[in-house]
């Protein structure tokens, strides 16, 4: 099995910063890309950022030149530097991971999701 912990959501006021941090751990073979979504009340699930093993990342045009997706791929972990946070950021922010899990079949993968943290911007 395959767990995904969140850590770092809060309550900030508008223009404030925070760091939000993703460990994976369990039964990982190779991690394939890892990123973060978020749903705000009444609406859907989206993404905000994701990275692949490799370093390539993309962002939701929310996002860009606010927030840095980045990795620690030796402790398996994915990090999400917010800055400049506006109230619409307020939203739960899932991790989201595609991880390879048997050594027998690399090539198959399994999306795993962590169990959300509040990020809220309220002044």
């Known amino acids: 099995q395959v767990q995904l912990v969140e850590s770092g959501g809060g309550l900030v006021q508008p223009g404030e910063s925070l760091r939000l941090s993703c460990a994976a751990s369990?039964?990982?073979?190779?991690?394939?890309?890892m990123g973060w979504y978020r749903q705000a009340p009444g609406k859907q699930r989206e993404l905000v950022a994701s990275?692949?093993?490799?370093?390539?990342?993309n962002y939701a045009d929310s996002g860009k030149g606010r927030f840095t997706i980045s990795t620690d791929n030796a402790k398996n972990t994915v990090n999400l530097q917010m800055n400049s946070l506006k109230f619409e950021d307020t939203a739960v922010y899932y991790c989201?991971?595609?991880?390879?899990?048997?050594?027998?079949?690399?090539?198959?993968?399994?999306?795993?999701w962590g169990q959300g943290t509040q990020v809220t911007v309220s002044s």
């Open positions: 990275i692949t093993s490799g370093g390539s990342s």
């Open positions: 989201h991971a595609i991880i390879a899990t048997q050594p027998t079949r690399p090539e198959l993968t399994f999306s795993y």
């Open positions: 369990g039964s990982i073979l190779s991690i394939k890309t």
